[in-house]
């Protein structure tokens, strides 16, 4: 008789998430996991195939709280910003998922839930045929690089003092000056105000 299972999918998820929290994306492997879960390696693979399906285990668990009701009574674009900073929150303190929402996007029940509304309210704004595809595209293009450039090189680093102490680069590092005043969250909020304002027209 099999050994009956003694770890649930939302405890296998939570291990996935703390090695990828630790060690980053590049850190996954079913050994760390099992080592995070105190198991055998191969006894992960009683639970689950591969690092694919750690994976997609993962993706739901970040996106297990996420929102994706259609904001009511406000207008399209705001609606769009509203669903946009839900998606960041939900994801935010997880920097090492972010690219796993893009190769994921297809089989996770949360990204295709968020994206069934975002395209329901770009379909209700007037949004149709590739328009429309430009647009979600768009949107997961921003969220997923500015959640990367916020983790990775997020202007209060140090890369953004060295760029400001450039000689040959006037404008840049005038730029990069002021950046140093500019917190994650204006910066979010200040490129989606952008994009939106770039879609409305």
Not at 94 to 116: N, Q, Y
Request: charged share 20%; glycine share 10%.
């Amino acid at each position: 008789m099999p050994r009956p299972r003694s770890v649930s999918p939302d405890r296998l998820a939570q291990a996935t998430l703390a090695v990828i929290d630790r060690d980053g994306l590049a850190g996954l492997t079913m050994r760390a996991v099992a080592t995070e879960l105190g198991l055998t390696t191969m006894a992960v693979y009683r639970y689950v195939a591969d690092r694919d399906e750690l994976e997609a285990l993962v993706v739901e668990e970040v996106l297990r709280t996420l929102d994706t009701s259609p904001p009511a009574a406000e207008p399209w674009t705001e609606q769009l910003r509203i669903l946009t900073e839900r998606i960041r929150a939900a994801v935010g303190d997880h920097p090492g998922v972010v690219p796993l929402l893009v190769s994921h996007r297809h089989r996770s029940a949360g990204v295709l839930r968020w994206s069934e509304t975002v395209t329901g309210v770009l379909h209700a704004a007037g949004f149709t045929g590739p328009r429309r595809v430009v647009a979600l595209r768009g949107l997961l293009s921003y969220v997923i690089g500015a959640l990367q450039l916020e983790h990775l090189g997020p202007l209060s680093g140090s890369g953004t003092v060295t760029i400001s102490e450039l000689a040959g680069h006037p404008h840049l590092a005038e730029t990069a000056r002021h950046a140093r005043g500019v917190g994650a969250d204006e910066e979010f909020a200040g490129g989606l105000s952008i994009m939106l304002r770039g879609l409305a027209t």
